[in-house]
């Protein structure tokens, strides 16, 4: 049995710091705009972070920093997205738009409230060609329960991630992606975590902890790293899940006569 040392060793390695975030200028792919954003010092990697860990989310994607909103037209997506696209798509953004309410343009991107720039993000999704991604709109709806959670909004954090938990269900029964089941696992357990299943989430991360990921996509050393990494997420929300059973557990026999 792996033991407490261990994982507190083994964690903190993962939890690097968060990413430094530079002020920079980029034009709006739907109207052309100026648009003041920011911008990761540095190529992006993804890691995983202190405040996302038990959501099974990652920087960047899980920063609120990385989700742009245009100042004037009111487009909004993930930063990878936020660049030149053929004109009918960007008309038919700008159609999006001008649907919903007109941003405040002497108003930064990142002092609107995340989850509303989630659910505006969202509305471009088929135009974007999002709608269809199933890993892209699995890691979507944890991130947008997680910021639901943040918000205190308890019924659209559920929403979210039972949202989330049917699509990564069918990814993780899906045989083309056999080699993710282990990431895939892991995403469930979490989910099943803050859904308040912590039986089916011990069940997940036991199945997850058998198996090995191997994405035919990467080189054999990145797949041995991401093992590493999932090997070391798994135990601590194991860890985490098990010491809240047995808190509360002493907490009941305490009460008891």
């Not at 699509?167 to 029964?173: E, F, N, S």
Request: overall charge negative.
């Amino acid at each position: 049995m792996r033991t407490a040392l261990f994982l507190f060793l083994l964690i903190p390695a993962l939890l690097q710091a968060k990413s430094e975030w530079i002020t920079i200028e980029m034009v709006c792919p739907v109207d052309g705009a100026k648009c003041q954003l920011l911008g990761p010092k540095g190529p992006p990697e993804p890691v995983l972070t202190q405040a996302g860990r038990f959501d099974a989310l990652e920087e960047p994607f899980s920063d609120s920093n990385a989700w742009y909103q245009c100042q004037s037209c009111g487009f909004a997506s993930y930063m990878k997205d936020f660049r030149r696209m053929e004109p009918e798509i960007a008309k038919q953004a700008l159609g999006v738009a001008a649907t919903l309410e007109k941003p405040d343009a002497e108003r930064s991107y990142n002092m609107i409230k995340f989850s509303d720039r989630l659910e505006r993000a969202q509305r471009f999704f088929p135009v974007l060609g999002k709608a269809g991604d199933p890993e892209f709109l699995a890691d979507f709806y944890r991130l947008e329960g997680y910021a639901y959670a943040r918000d205190n909004n308890v019924e659209k954090a559920g929403e979210a991630r039972r949202q989330a938990k049917l699509i990564t269900t069918a990814l993780a029964k899906d045989s083309a992606k056999a080699g993710l089941l282990r990431e895939h696992l892991w995403e469930l357990a979490a989910l099943e975590y803050h859904l308040g299943d912590p039986a089916a989430a011990l069940e997940h991360l036991e199945k997850a902890d058998k198996i090995r990921y191997n994405n035919p996509k990467w080189k054999q050393a990145e797949n041995d790293e991401r093992n590493k990494d999932l090997a070391a997420m798994i135990i601590e929300l194991q860890h985490r899940i098990q010491t809240e059973q047995k808190d509360a557990a002493d907490k009941a026999a305490v009460k008891s006569p």
